[in-house]
């Protein structure tokens, strides 16, 4: 099992250029891919899903590629832009003469101009570094799907703990639910009785409905079958494919069942316990959001 948020870096050397590619992952119900990159390199996004799709089924995955010049040295940047600059002064001594203002250029002019030069980057070819960059993506990858499983890892500790919570929950509601039924008759007699009336607990049409409110005071289908909710839910974290989807389905039919409990609840107990169970599946559909 893994979850859906992760990380991964790993950097590339390309001549003149150097660079980082990160991948990160977030919860999305499906799956999503997000490039961010110089444009000349946006073609690239085909072949980085291809290679990530396989790795993970769900999320938004973004893959951000940053890149700068290899340094050089101070000299030879300053005889880069010497022409340029030159050309700059030369066009601002026009300017100041035309407009009868005093021309004079000094070195922290010069070396403000130098500083505020911007060069562009011209990137090679997508097809000359596209090696490069998977093989980088791919690195990227393997660490972001290792933290993925490291933390599904720990998703599903606290998830075994929460289904511990729910067992204990469930256990103490058969055993304040047993001879339930027999307890709602003979109350429900005794109020009859306190309001003076006589009722022929061996008439067919009273036993008949006696057993009527029984049936509909049983909750004994719906605790089997919250058992078996337990039991696929935990047999889901032990499997290595995704599912998120799944789970969220379990706990989407723990819910019902345990409101139907409190529904049919006769005891004050009982309705507190599937509350404190409701409060649980809670805080497991939160955590089932994290999951792929």
């Known amino acids: ?23 990160s992952a977030v919860n999305k119900k499906g799956f999503e891919f997000l490039l961010h990159g110089p444009k000349e390199w946006q073609f690239f996004e085909k072949k980085a899903q291809e290679l990530i799709r396989p790795s993970a089924e769900r999320g938004r995955i973004r893959l951000s590629i ?39 250029p000094s070195a922290e002019l010069v070396h403000r101009m130098i500083s505020f030069t911007e060069k562009e980057l011209v990137l090679p070819p997508l097809e000359k570094v596209e090696d490069k960059l998977l093989e980088a ?54 109020r009859l009785r306190e309001s003076g009336l006589e009722m022929d607990c061996e008439n067919e049409s009273v036993r008949r409905e006696f057993a009527v409110y029984s049936e509909r005071s049983d909750i004994s289908e719906e605790i089997t079958r919250i058992h078996s909710h337990f039991q696929q839910f935990e ?35 009982v309705t507190n316990d599937v509350i404190s169970a409701k409060v649980e599946i809670e805080k497991i559909r939160e955590q089932i959001l994290n999951i792929e």
């Open 1 to 23: 099992m893994k979850s859906m948020t992760g990380y991964g870096r790993a950097e590339f050397t390309l001549p003149h250029h150097s660079g980082v590619i990160e991948l």
């Open 66 to 104: 940053q890149f700068h010049s290899q340094n050089k040295s101070s000299q030879n940047s300053f005889a880069d832009d010497s022409n340029q600059i030159l050309e700059q002064l030369e066009l601002l001594r026009k300017i100041c003469e035309k407009g009868n203002i005093p021309y004079e």
């Open 137 to 190: 993506t791919e690195k990227a990858l393997g660490q972001l799907v290792s933290m993925r499983q490291q933390e599904g890892a720990s998703l599903a500790n606290d998830l075994h703990h929460r289904m511990s919570k729910l067992r204990k929950i469930i256990t103490n509601i058969e055993n304040l639910a047993q001879g339930l039924a027999s307890e709602w008759r003979d109350r429900l007699l005794q």
């Open 235 to 269: 047999d889901s974290l032990k499997l290595s494919c995704p599912v998120g989807r799944k789970l969220e389905f379990i706990v989407q039919e723990l819910g019902r069942e345990f409101n139907t409990l409190g529904s049919k609840s006769l005891k004050a107990e």
